[in-house]
């Protein structure tokens, strides 16, 4: 059963555009939304997270919205860059991580 | 530098053979995880430690076996038993923050068959 669903697989944006990614969820009882990004061949790196009682997180360029009533949470990317280009898993709390499937970006210079 | 550390970067396991992954943190976090990473999948947890000397399993604990005997220490040992052990496997340690949790990830070490 996944709890956490992310979408798209992968996406493709041109540098200086807006990367979104999407996750939803089922379990009410998740009280911690991290977003982690994952370069090739390395661990992941926590990038941004949220809590339930906020419905928006911005560090820089990025960005997390959260819909409570809805379940779903997404990260924007803001001015994509190449550098940028990398998997990105949303995951979700309730006492241990459950994390999506990912998703691959490309930001294409 | 503070981190995790995991070896072999690479490792080949035969048939019938068990193979063990090392993760040393030098964090001075409690607890410690294992998980495995296949292309499209996602990570699944392995197994989890919040404390020397126990541990419990995760959501695809078979075939895989763990000890905890130092803080600092957590040894995956991939058994004969896993039939599909091909994948990339990730030691991370738990940092709590406030009300949240950071997780910090080793660089992994990629496991292939013979």
């Known amino acids: 059963q996944q709890q956490v669903k992310q979408s798209p697989q992968s996406l493709i944006v041109q540098k200086g555009g807006i990367s979104i990614i999407n996750c939803a969820y089922e379990?009410?009882?998740?009280?911690?939304f991290p977003w982690y990004q994952q370069f090739p061949g390395k661990g992941p790196a926590l990038l941004i997270a949220?809590?339930?009682?906020?419905s928006e997180k911005k560090e820089g360029r990025f960005t997390i919205s959260f819909n409570k009533s809805a379940k779903q949470f997404s990260l924007h990317i803001m001015d994509s860059q190449p550098g940028d280009s990398a998997t990105y898993f949303c995951?979700?709390?309730?006492?241990?991580?459950?994390f999506g499937k990912g998703t691959l970006l490309t930001v294409n210079p | 530098d503070g981190g995790i550390t995991q070896s072999p970067k690479y490792l080949f396991r035969k048939e019938g053979q068990n193979v063990t992954l090392s993760c040393e943190q030098n964090?001075?976090?409690?607890?410690m995880y294992w998980y495995r990473q296949d292309p499209g999948q996602g990570l699944r947890l392995i197994y989890y430690?919040?404390?020397?000397?126990?541990?419990q399993k995760g959501d695809i604990a078979e075939g895989y076996s763990v000890s905890r005997e130092k803080k600092e220490s957590f040894p995956l040992t991939v058994t004969s038993a896993q039939k599909n052990p091909t994948a990339f496997y990730l030691c991370?340690?738990?940092?709590?923050?406030?009300?949240?949790?950071?997780?910090?990830f080793g660089s992994g070490t990629q496991l292939s068959v013979l």
């Open positions: 964090l001075n976090h409690d607890a």
């Open positions: 991370a340690s738990t940092q709590i923050q406030g009300a949240g949790e950071k997780l910090f």
């Open positions: 995951a979700a709390r309730a006492y241990k991580l459950t």
């Open positions: 379990n009410t009882a998740f009280d911690y």
């Open positions: 949220i809590r339930p009682d906020v």
């Open positions: 430690s919040q404390i020397v000397n126990d541990f």
